[in-house]
């Protein structure tokens, strides 16, 4: 067998890293021991999705593309942070930052870019670093610092108005910032838009929070030790604490023309990506091919699988030819896509434009020969041809509709007025990142992946930028349609068994399962899928009641210990207080209890009761047993707690006993397993001092002793009224239809799925039908089986203080002896 | 078969493997460090870093099934076996050789040279 070749690739970025992935994956990248040598200390990240990182719609984490495992993996030796710092292309050699020297037969320079700095006074040190406060935007580490520089800042000045600045600026508003754009041209993003465009934008941009400096040249850095302002060349100034600059980049050609390869503006490379010494290849943002340098992602991925496929194909012949450019800008709420030319070369340009200023709206196309050959798309205007379909005329060069018109409005044909995706040519290209067409997502989406997340997986669209992952959906949408509406698996009770609730529920029953295991046994080869054993659990509870077969494993750990976890592993510990109501002796109680295992956070809860936080799980029995108080059941999906108002008995405005009736609730439903947390509340008249309006179920007290029961309330993430079930004239009323949804809600709802989403989903009017006038005759068998859960409670506290489940339940750490050497066996 | 151990390799004894209920973990104290150590419900174990990468949740107190470890906190899922992140990008657990003796208790070996 011939030895390995070894490939060096200088530069782990959006370039370098697809490479190496598309080298890795191709038959013939076996041929290969490849090392990545990256100046940055990380995996491969996305560096568009900075801008989301900025604007705090992506966390840093969310936007790695390989994290290092992925690296050893595929046997790829990243040396992450080592950055080389010369080549010998004659000795075949690169030298890298700590003096050493990595050998190669095949080296590719994928270096990308730096930021520009402009020649203000008083900006770089004499350190050569920036002063303090002023920024570049370019890498993660670039992207922490201004991060953990505006929490501290107020006054956010950018520098350039391209795509990069205007992201930035719209970034920092998103942060909460006061933030001042300041461009030397007097139109924003010059580059890409004509000047109407442009004053259109300016004005969007504003509307955002982003002051404007137009037609201003900065011409110096203010402050001693850090930056305090800026003054420009009129001779004003602008105060700020931070300050990104955003003027453009220059390609990294330091290493190759140190190395005497060829380099103009970017290092030269031809059609098969070659440099001008042997076996030396460029790619990405560093590199000029026909005389053009590119600054966006789409070029550089293009190379980087034409050389792949070279690289592992010594047959292949495949040329890369230039890119042409499409752009769309990442700021949201603002749609702007540019291609191509802005301004008509010559007379016999064709120039077709739509303005509607005052809603933000233009749209510039140039025709030349036929052919689109630029175009602005500014503003979302409902029923217009997509940007998508104008992005592929222009890439593809295909010929137009006689009529421009239909350029931008399609002509009404039959009864179908506006376009959308589904009216687009299969090779209409919908990824422009990563040339991901219409027909190859719609044939993965027909092919089963049926699912926003598997499709742009396994089709690589909107992996890139995103900004197509609206299109996307709609074609996942359209890949669906006649078969099946959406995809199955959002149905099912839980991921690992195809099947809705009440099917699953129907086939527990038949085939008599009554533990977890047992379902995994029968539904899914044995197969026991983690992400599907807590829902199982809870569900098999409400099946079985007395009988279920409880296997400790299936339960989340707040269930295993009766506590909720805390971020550092310790637990909560939350007594119950029936109706908030508590007694000097149980507060007394509770004190001593904090005190005595010197609880770190004694905490009254928005549910009226007292949180004890922070206790080691070995504490939690004999915490419990000092309390000598059942469980709130504060950790867990099931009834939690019915808070109450003072109502008739004190309040001079009481209609009704609210405390003695959510007394009675909770006594009554206390720890009943749900789909979801149920949280309750009466009020004594409808001022509604305890929310019982937007509780999951709420009794409030009206004039003449009736109460009226909500359904589906909610005060969380979401804010809803509750929807009114029934009026009702007592207590024992109030506990019987409350008692008669939560069963049917027991049966009925999805695991996790809220009252809220559930009373939506059904609707209140099928709800009043089925549980007040009992129009499917069932009301009687849901009363029961509540009252048998009812029956069935065991408060888990006292039981499992007294008997722990199994003896190192409570542990949260095991100790472990050393095993002399040789024994053990 | 006993392979020799290299020799900065240290073997400790984790007591009897009915400490740890079937389908569950437990966190165990190995003189330097913490291991979480799992049983799945057909007595395979395995043995991963007690902390997850993401914020340190403790992975014993997870859900485990079909060779998986999902963390208590935020729902991060590993392979138990090669310690690999699943659909998230953590760095790999790190995992140490666990076996059984003839009594029934668990050896687990650290090999830090
Ligand atoms: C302790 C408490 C905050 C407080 O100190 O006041 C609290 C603490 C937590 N809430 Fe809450 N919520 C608390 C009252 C509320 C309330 C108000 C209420 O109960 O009247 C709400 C709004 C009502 C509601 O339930 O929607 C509330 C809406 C949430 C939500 C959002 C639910 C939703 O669907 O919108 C979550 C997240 C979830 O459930 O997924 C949540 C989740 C949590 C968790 C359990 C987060 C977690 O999973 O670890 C917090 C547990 C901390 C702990 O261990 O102590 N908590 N939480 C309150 C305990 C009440 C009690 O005595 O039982
Ligand atoms: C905030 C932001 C938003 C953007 N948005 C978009 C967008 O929406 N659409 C779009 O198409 N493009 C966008 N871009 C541009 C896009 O990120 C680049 O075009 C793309 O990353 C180019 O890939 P590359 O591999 O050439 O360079 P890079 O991704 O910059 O990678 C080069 C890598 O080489 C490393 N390196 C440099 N010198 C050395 C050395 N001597 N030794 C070892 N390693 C070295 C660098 O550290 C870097 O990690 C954006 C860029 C930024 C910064
Ligand atoms: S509001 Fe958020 S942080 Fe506060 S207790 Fe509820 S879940 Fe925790
Ligand atoms: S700490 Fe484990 S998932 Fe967040």
């Known amino acids: ?825 | 078969m006993k392979a020799p151990l290299s020799p900065g390799a240290v073997c400790y004894n984790l007591g009897h493997i009915s400490r740890i209920p079937r389908g569950e973990g437990r966190t165990y104290r190995l003189h330097d460090r913490l291991i979480a150590v799992f049983r799945s419900r057909n007595d395979e174990l395995f043995a991963t870093q007690a902390d997850c990468p993401h914020r340190g949740g403790p992975l014993a107190d997870g859900i485990i099934g079909d060779g998986k470890v999902i963390c208590p906190l935020h729902a991060f899922k590993f392979d138990l076996r090669t310690g690999a992140p699943l659909g998230n990008t953590c760095p790999q657990l790190h995992t140490y050789p666990v076996r059984l003796d003839a009594k029934g208790n668990i050896l687990v070996t650290v090999d830090d040279s």
């Open chain 1, 1 to 825: 067998m011939t030895r390995k070749q070894r490939l060096v690739v200088i530069g782990n970025g959006m370039g370098g890293a697809r490479l190496v992935e598309e080298i890795v994956s191709r038959p013939g990248g076996e041929r290969y021991d490849i090392t990545v040598l990256g100046a940055e200390p990380y995996g491969n990240y996305n560096r568009i999705l900075l801008s989301g990182v900025l604007d705090g719609s992506y966390c840093p984490e969310h936007i790695f593309l390989h994290p290092l495992t992925w690296y050893e993996q595929h046997n790829v030796r990243l040396c992450a942070g080592r950055a080389a710092v010369g080549i010998d292309w004659q000795g075949h050699r690169v030298q890298t930052a700590d003096g050493s020297w990595e050998l190669y037969d095949c080296l590719v320079i994928a270096t990308g870019s730096s930021p520009c700095l402009p020649p203000l006074a008083n900006l770089v040190r004499k350190d050569g670093q920036l002063i303090a406060g002023a920024f570049t935007f370019r890498t993660l580490d670039d992207c922490q610092a201004i991060l953990a520089h505006s929490s501290r800042a107020r006054r956010a000045a950018v520098i350039g108005g391209g795509l990069l600045g205007l992201e930035a600026a719209s970034g920092l508003v998103r942060r909460g910032l006061e933030v001042h754009l300041v461009h030397r041209s007097p139109h924003l993003l010059n580059l890409q838009l004509d000047a109407a465009g442009s004053a259109i934008l300016a004005r969007l941009i504003a509307e955002q929070g982003v002051q404007l400096h137009l037609g201003k040249e900065t011409v110096a850095v203010l402050g001693q030790d850090r930056l305090c302002g800026l003054r420009f060349s009129d001779g004003s100034e602008l105060a700020c604490d931070l300050c990104i600059i955003a003027t453009g980049a220059r390609p990294n050609t330091d290493l190759a023309r140190t190395a005497g390869l060829a380099v103009r503006h970017g290092i030269v490379i031809d059609d098969d990506l070659a440099c001008s010494v042997p076996d030396v290849f460029a790619l990405g943002e560093c590199a000029e091919h026909r005389g053009q340098t590119y600054g966006l992602v789409a070029p550089a991925w293009e190379q980087a699988r034409i050389l792949a496929e070279r690289l592992t194909d010594r047959a292949s012949r495949k040329q890369y030819t230039g890119s042409v450019l499409s752009t769309r800008l990442k700021v949201s709420g603002l749609d702007l896509t540019v291609m191509g030319d802005k301004e008509p070369a010559s007379n016999s340009d064709e120039v077709i434009t739509y303005a509607e200023p005052a809603r933000g709206i233009y749209k510039k196309l140039i025709v030349r020969e036929g052919r689109l050959q630029g175009a602005i798309l500014l503003g979302d205007l409902p029923g217009s041809v997509p940007a998508a379909r104008l992005v592929q005329l222009f890439h593809r060069g295909d010929p137009l509709p006689a009529h421009r018109a239909e350029l931008l409005f399609p002509c009404p044909t039959g009864n179908k007025q506006t376009l959308s995706v589904a009216d687009l040519p299969d090779d209409t290209q919908i990824c422009n990142c990563n040339g991901v067409s219409k027909g190859t997502i719609l044939a993965a989406a027909r092919a089963g992946k049926r699912s926003l997340q598997a499709l742009c997986e396994a089709t690589r669209a909107a992996t890139g930028c995103g900004s197509c992952k609206g299109q996307v959906q709609e074609l996942l949408v359209l890949a669906c349609e006649g078969e099946v509406a959406e995809d199955p698996a959002v149905h099912y009770y839980v991921p690992a068994i195809p099947l809705t609730k009440p099917e699953l529920v129907r086939v527990i029953k038949e085939r008599g399962l009554r533990s977890v295991s047992a379902v995994f046994q029968a539904l899914a080869d044995g197969k026991e899928d983690p992400a599907s054993k807590a829902g199982l659990a809870s569900l098999l509870k409400t099946i079985w009641g007395k009988d279920y077969q409880d296997e400790r494993d299936a339960r989340f750990i707040n269930d295993r210990v009766h506590a909720n976890i805390q971020k550092d592993g310790t637990f909560s510990v939350v007594p119950r207080i029936y109706g908030g109501v508590t007694t000097p002796e149980q507060l007394r109680r509770i004190a001593d209890v904090a005190e005595k295992y010197r609880v770190p956070l004694v905490k009254i809860t928005g549910g009226q009761r007292i949180d004890l936080v922070g206790v080691r799980k070995e504490e939690l029995p004999a915490i419990w047993k000092d309390l000598g108080m059942p469980s709130g059941h504060a950790y867990t999906k099931a009834f939690r707690t019915c808070k109450t108002c003072l109502g008739s008995d004190f309040c001079r405005y009481g209609l009704g006993d609210s405390t003695t009736l959510g007394i009675k609730i909770e006594k009554r439903y206390q720890g009943i397993e749900m789909p979801h947390k149920v949280k309750l509340a009466t009020a004594g008249c409808p001022r509604n001092c305890s929310e019982a309006t937007t509780k999951d179920l709420g009794a409030v007290a009206i004039e003449g002793g009736r109460w009226e029961i909500y359904v589906g309330g909610a005060a969380g993430s979401r804010v809803r009224k509750g929807d009114l079930l029934c009026t009702v004239d007592t207590h024992e009323e109030v506990l019987l239809y409350m008692g008669r949804f939560m069963q049917y809600y027991r049966e009925n709802a999805k695991y996790q799925e809220r009252s809220y989403d559930f009373v939506e989903r059904v609707g209140i009017e099928h709800l009043r039908r089925v549980l007040v006038e009992d129009a499917e005759g069932i009301c009687e068998r849901l009363d029961r089986e509540i009252q048998a859960a009812v029956e069935a409670y065991v408060d888990p506290w006292q039981r499992e203080a007294e008997q722990p489940v199994t003896s190192t339940q409570f542990s949260q750490v095991l100790e472990a002896m050393p095993v002399p050497l040789g024994a053990g066996d």
